[in-house]
């Protein structure tokens, strides 16, 4: 877990925002970018495709102290939201140490956020891993539509179809309004950390 560069005394630790497509993945990585601006040292990539969606991944390090006086870098991805790019999305999956998975609470989305984790599940087999046994965290995104006259699903709702047996921190945001993003970020990376510091063990 985590990719180790003894030469730089650096850890690398790779963290994508998977889900359904338009379910805000990509407006995450943007707030964070311009929130952390100050602290972030590279540009962030983002590859748009003619219909102007991102096809690829937003990739962001940001520095966060020092495990064992190795120093910790972490790469934020996204995957591309349509399913027709699923090759993409396993590659980005190759040698992710933590997941945040961005559910779309509007109701007419349910069956999109089932098929994106489903997907999400074979996807991590694919690269032998267990979608139980990795650092994730649910964000259950768009909360700003609320009492804009569009159907959302309540958290139970979204508990019920995605949570129940992962059992996995829950928050709902929105990533438009940054409501709830940080606390997303710092909620994975903490869970990941804590994943790594046990696999150091």
């Given at each position: 877990?985590?990719?180790?560069?003894?030469?730089?005394?650096?850890?690398?630790?790779?963290?994508?925002?998977?889900?359904?497509?338009?379910?805000?993945?990509?407006?995450?990585?943007?707030?964070?970018?311009?929130?952390?601006?100050?602290?972030?040292?590279?540009?962030?990539?983002?590859?748009?495709?003619?219909?102007?969606?991102?096809?690829?991944?937003?990739?962001?390090?940001?520095?966060?102290?020092?495990?064992?006086?190795?120093?910790?870098?972490?790469?934020?991805?996204?995957?591309?939201?349509?399913?027709?790019?699923n090759a993409t999305r396993k590659l980005v999956l190759k040698g992710v140490d933590g997941i945040v998975f961005v559910a779309d609470m509007q109701r007419e989305r349910r069956e999109s956020n089932l098929k994106a984790l489903e997907q999400m599940r074979e996807n991590l087999l694919s690269h032998n891993k267990d979608m139980l046994k990795i650092p994730l965290v649910m964000q259950y995104n768009k909360y700003?539509?609320?009492?804009?006259?569009?159907?959302?699903?309540?958290?139970?709702?979204?508990?019920?179809?995605?949570?129940?047996?992962?059992?996995?921190?829950?928050?709902?945001?929105?990533?438009?309004?940054?409501?709830?993003?940080?606390?997303?970020?710092?909620?994975?990376?903490?869970?990941?950390?804590?994943?790594?510091?046990?696999?150091?063990?």
């Amino acid at each position: 877990m985590g990719f180790i560069n003894v030469k730089k005394k650096e850890v690398q630790i790779k963290i994508v925002y998977y889900g359904p497509g338009r379910g805000g993945k990509t407006t995450n990585l943007e707030y964070i970018n311009t929130k952390y601006r100050e602290r972030i040292k590279t540009e962030m990539v983002s590859i748009k495709t003619h219909g102007d969606r991102t096809l690829f991944f937003d990739f962001l390090p940001v520095d966060i102290g020092k495990i064992h006086g190795f120093d910790i870098k972490i790469q934020l991805y996204t995957v591309p939201g349509q399913v027709k790019y699923n090759a993409t999305r396993k590659l980005v999956l190759k040698g992710v140490d933590g997941i945040v998975f961005v559910a779309d609470m509007q109701r007419e989305r349910r069956e999109s956020n089932l098929k994106a984790l489903e997907q999400m599940r074979e996807n991590l087999l694919s690269h032998n891993k267990d979608m139980l046994k990795i650092p994730l965290v649910m964000q259950y995104n768009k909360y700003d539509l609320k009492g804009e006259g569009v159907e959302l699903l309540t958290v139970e709702e979204m508990e019920q179809d995605l949570n129940q047996e992962l059992k996995a921190p829950a928050l709902e945001a929105s990533a438009l309004t940054g409501h709830n993003v940080v606390a997303t970020l710092k909620k994975i990376i903490s869970g990941t950390m804590i994943a790594f510091r046990k696999e150091l063990q």
